[in-house]
């Protein structure tokens, strides 16, 4: 994606507003890729809240750190901040599974 602007949290519309979107009973004459847009704005979102709430555990799973950053690479959000810094617990909390 070089010269490509990157997906950020900041740049999308919020949660509730993509939701009632997808909600209508004609979602807003919506063809099918512009749904699948949305609802993968929707994941993206969705994984940027799970990212702060797993940051805030002083002692996350590792599983869960492994599928968030899995996930992460998935939605092409590998190049936030927060995927980076789950990435790092990740590898910190292998390393002393690894010595255990």
Not at 44 to 73: F, I, M, N, Y
Not at 89 to 94: D, E, K, T, V
């Amino acid at each position: 994606l070089q010269g490509a602007a990157r997906w950020q949290p900041s740049d999308a519309a919020s949660e509730e507003k993509l939701r009632s979107l997808l909600r209508r009973p004609e979602p807003a004459g919506l063809t099918l890729p512009a749904a699948e847009s949305l609802s993968r704005e929707l994941e993206r979102l969705g994984w940027v809240r799970e990212a702060a709430a797993l940051s805030e555990e002083p002692k996350p799973p590792l599983g869960a750190l492994k599928e968030a950053t899995s996930r992460a690479d998935v939605l092409g959000l590998s190049h936030l901040p927060a995927a980076a810094s789950l990435e790092r617990r990740a590898a910190a909390a292998s390393k002393w599974c690894g010595r255990a």
